[in-house]
């Protein structure tokens, strides 16, 4: 079976200052990641995916996710944040076992102050 | 590109009625689609796979005459809650899957909020 866990509901940074949001995941087979930003009465949009090749992967915005296997992790980080970044963030899981089905983390609502 | 959208964005009914979404791709073909719904300041939980032409594949735990779903054309697919209940309430969202692209693309929706009195 395949899972993520964030490790973190909450996270609040002042803008300009190192975005750190965690990830950690669970899977049979080798899996791809991403990670989606979901904002107020948008659709999710995409930020960035894994899927075997590069293990840095840069994604839009200035955000970028790092895959440790042997931390069994992805995550996400972003030098700067801006006040637009405030968001609530999705880790995700998806494998070939799952029929490619994308199995979301619990979320973590990003808050940027000024 | 790439746009998905959704009907209504919100919509408030009474108890024992069915209420019908919209998901609608509007500059691909998707030949699969899925529902998730997400509770307040929780995951998005997939409901179910509906691919175009044949019958939705339900996860486990969805009551398939309750949620009713139909993927007629390669750009609608529709989610009807049959005689909601306030239970139902929630935050409705779907994705559809270009046809010919890579398993894991998915483009989602803006949500559909249900609230059932």
């Known amino acids: 079976a395949q899972s993520v866990t964030q490790l973190d509901s909450h996270v609040s940074v002042s803008e300009g200052t190192p975005v750190l949001l965690r990830c950690n995941y669970s899977?049979?087979?080798?899996?791809?990641l991403f990670w989606y930003v979901q904002h107020p009465n948008k659709g999710l949009q995409l930020l960035l995916k894994?899927?075997?090749?590069?293990?840095l992967v840069k994604g839009i915005n200035g955000f970028e996710a790092e895959f440790k296997k042997s931390e069994t992790s992805f995550h996400l980080t972003k030098p700067s944040a801006h006040m637009s970044d405030a968001a609530e963030y999705f880790c995700?899981?998806?494998?070939?076992?799952?029929?490619?089905?994308?199995?979301f983390g619990k979320g973590t609502s990003l808050l940027v102050t000024p | 590109g790439a746009v998905v959208s959704q009907h209504p964005s919100r919509v408030i009914c009474k108890s024992g009625t069915s209420v019908k979404i919209e998901c609608r791709s509007l500059?691909?073909?998707?030949?699969?689609m899925f529902w998730y719904r997400q509770f307040p300041k929780q995951s998005l939980m997939l409901m179910a796979t509906s691919n175009e032409g044949s019958k939705a594949t339900y996860e486990q735990g969805v009551e398939k005459d309750k949620f009713l779903i139909n993927h007629a054309s390669l750009t609608l697919s529709t989610l009807t809650v049959t005689s909601a209940h306030p239970e139902d309430s929630s935050f409705y969202i779907c994705s559809a899957r270009p046809t010919g692209g890579d398993w894991e693309t998915q483009y989602f929706g803006p949500g559909t909020r249900l609230l059932v009195l």
């Open positions: 500059d691909f073909q998707a030949t699969t």
């Open positions: 899977s049979s087979y080798s899996p791809s």
């Open positions: 894994y899927t075997s090749a590069a293990t």
């Open positions: 995700v899981v998806s494998d070939r076992n799952s029929g490619y089905a994308l199995n």
